[in-house]
C-alpha cells in the first residue's frame, strides 16, 4: 500500500488545506506516514508570512531530498509554492511537483502522471472547495473556510498576492459542510477567514443556523478585520450562548501613523469603541490581537503606544511579531526600515506585557468551573489537555476525580480533536467536560474534572 507523509506550516487556513489533502489521498487508498524515509508521496504545505518561516521551507526541502526514496513523490503546496513559483524547481530540482493554495485540487494530475513535472499556482478562486472530495471525518473541532484571500491589502502583507481577492463562500456550501462535520463528530465549529468577518452572505447568520445544530456545542472564528465588526455580530456575543466570549481582532499597532502607513485605516477610538461594545453585551468577552513591531518608520514614541494599548485592552493569548519584509508587498519598500536589534528589543517589552495579561487573567479564573474541550493526553500521558471558552490551554491530572479516566492513552480515541467519530466508550462521553480551576501561571490553567457530560 502506497503511503504518504504531509507536514503543515502556518495558519488554520493551511491546517484545513492540509486535512483536505489527507482525506483524498486517504480516499485513494493511501496511509498516512510520519517517516519521510519510507513515504511514496512527501507534500511540505507551506506558510509565507514571514520570510523565517519560508526559509525553513527550503532548508526542510533540503533535508528531504537527502532521505526520501529515489522514487517518491515530493512537492510543496500553499503559499511559498505561490510566492516561489517556478523558481522552486531552480531551488530544489527534485521537486515533481508545486502547487498554490487554490490549487492543489490539481495533485490527483501528478498522482496520475508521475514522470510529469506540475506547477499550477493558479488564482483558481473558490473552486479547490468543490474539486476534492468531501471530508469523510471531523475532528471534535472543525475549521471551516468561509472566504479564501484578502481584500485589505494591508501594506506589509502578502497574503493578498499569495491567496488572492477576496471572495465568499456560498452560504449553503458552507452550512453543508457544517452538517457534514456534525454528522462526523465535530462539537465546535470554527469558521475560517483572513477576514472572517467581512464575509459577504452574514457571519451572524451564519452562526445563528449553526447554532441550531443540537451536537454543536461551540463556534467561534477568526481572524476579525476591526472595521468589519458589524452591530448585528456583536450582539451575537451578548444573545448567543454557543458563541464563544474569545475574539481574535488584530490591531497590529497601536499608532495612527503606522496604522496608515500599514493601510489599516481605522482610529484607536473605533477599536476602543467596538471592544467596549462587545463588553456591554457580554462583560466576560475577552479579546486577542496579533501585532506587529518594528514596522517601517515605527518610532519608540509608536512603539510605546502599542504596549499602551496592549496594557489597556488587557488582550489575552496574544501574537506578536518582528516586522518582516516580504516580496510583493509596499512596505518592504519604504524608508527607514528598523534594524533588527530595535525589532527584537521592541519585541521582548510587549511579549512581556503580554506574558503579564495572560498571568493576571489566568489567575483571575482559579476557582471557576469552565466547560472546557479535552484536545487529548499530554506527552507524558499522565494528564490531558483541555481549552477553556477563552482558548487558554488547561491541564488536567487525570485520576484528579471519579469521573476521569485511569489513563489519558486509554481515552485518546474519544477526547483527541484529530480524532473521529467521538466513541462513547468508558471514561468520557462528550470531549466537552466542566472543569474546576485550581491553580494558572503565566502559561496555562491546572483543573480538575467535576463533571462528566451526558
Ligand atoms: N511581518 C511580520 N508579521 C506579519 N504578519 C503578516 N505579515 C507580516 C509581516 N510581513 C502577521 C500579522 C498577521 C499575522 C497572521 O501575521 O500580525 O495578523
Ligand atoms: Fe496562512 Fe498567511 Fe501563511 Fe498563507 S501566508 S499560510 S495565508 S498565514
Known amino acids: 500500500m502506497q503511503t504518504f507523509y504531509i507536514k503543515t506550516f502556518g495558519c488554520q487556513m493551511n491546517v484545513y488545506d492540509g486535512q483536505r489533502i489527507e482525506s483524498m489521498l486517504r480516499g485513494r487508498g493511501m496511509l498516512q506516514t510520519e517517516d519521510v524515509a519510507a513515504a511514496d508521496i512527501i507534500i511540505l504545505n507551506t506558510c509565507a508570512v514571514r520570510e523565517k518561516a519560508s526559509n525553513k521551507v527550503f532548508s526542510e526541502l533540503g533535508r528531504i531530498r537527502d532521505r526520501k526514496k529515489p522514487d517518491a513523490l515530493f512537492g510543496i ?8 513559483g517556478a523558481n522552486s524547481f531552480r531551488r530544489i530540482p527534485e521537486l515533481n511537483f508545486v502547487l498554490g493554495p487554490q490549487s492543489y485540487h490539481k495533485l490527483p494530475e501528478i498522482l496520475d502522471n508521475p ?10 478562486g473558490l473552486e479547490k472547495f468543490d474539486a476534492l472530495p468531501p471530508a469523510t471525518e471531523s475532528p471534535a473541532v472543525a475549521y471551516i473556510p468561509i472566504q479564501e484571500g484578502c481584500n485589505h491589502c494591508c501594506t506589509y502583507c502578502i497574503v493578498p498576492y499569495t491567496r488572492g481577492r477576496e471572495l465568499s463562500r456560498p452560504f449553503d456550501d458552507v452550512m453543508r ?80 501613523d503606522v496604522l496608515t502607513r500599514m493601510n489599516r485605516p481605522y482610529s484607536l477610538d473605533l ?47 496574544s501574537y506578536s511579531f518582528k516586522y518582516s519584509p516580504r516580496p510583493h508587498t509596499a512596505a518592504a519598500l519604504m524608508k527607514d526600515q528598523i534594524p533588527e536589534n530595535v525589532k527584537k528589543q521592541r519585541l521582548k517589552i510587549l ?30 500521558g499522565k494528564h490531558l489537555l483541555a481549552r477553556t471558552p477563552y482558548m487558554q490551554q488547561c491541564i488536567i491530572d487525570v485520576g484528579a476525580n471519579e469521573n476521569s479516566p485511569n489513563n489519558a492513552h486509554e481515552n485518546r480515541a474519544n477526547a483527541h480533536p484529530t480524532k473521529s467519530p467521538i466513541s ?8 466537552l467536560q466542566s472543569v474546576k480551576i485550581t491553580s494558572a501561571n503565566k502559561c496555562s490553567l491546572r483543573g480538575e474534572i467535576v463533571k462528566t457530560e451526558s
Open 424 to 431: 462513547s466508550g468508558p471514561g468520557f462521553h462528550s470531549p
Open 115 to 124: 514522470d510529469a513535472r506540475l506547477l499550477n499556482i493558479d488564482l483558481s
Open 271 to 317: 477599536y476602543i469603541d467596538i471592544v467596549n461594545k462587545l463588553r456591554a453585551v457580554q462583560p466576560d468577552i475577552q479579546i486577542s490581537s496579533d501585532f506587529i513591531v518594528g514596522f517601517p518608520g515605527e518610532t519608540d514614541a509608536d512603539f510605546e503606544m502599542t504596549c499602551d494599548i496592549a496594557r489597556q485592552i488587557g488582550y489575552i493569548n
Open 177 to 256: 459542510d457544517v452538517h457534514a462535520a456534525a454528522d462526523n463528530g465535530a462539537v465546535e465549529i470554527c469558521f475560517l477567514g483572513q477576514n472572517v468577518n467581512g464575509y459577504k452572505n452574514s457571519l451572524a447568520n451564519l452562526i445563528k443556523e449553526t447554532a441550531k445544530i443540537e451536537s454543536i456545542k461551540r463556534i467561534r472564528f477568526t481572524s476579525s478585520y476591526p472595521t468589519e465588526m458589524s452591530d448585528d455580530l456583536i450582539a451575537l456575543f451578548g444573545t448567543e450562548p454557543k458563541l464563544l466570549p474569545f475574539l481574535n481582532m488584530p490591531i497590529q499597532s497601536g499608532s495612527s
Open 351 to 380: 511579549d512581556d506585557i503580554l506574558t503579564e495579561n495572560n498571568r493576571r487573567f489566568n489567575e483571575s479564573c482559579v476557582g471557576q468551573t469552565m466547560e472546557c474541550l479535552i484536545e487529548g493526553p499530554d506527552k507524558t
Open 77 to 84: 503546496i500553499g503559499c511559498v509554492a505561490r510566492e516561489e
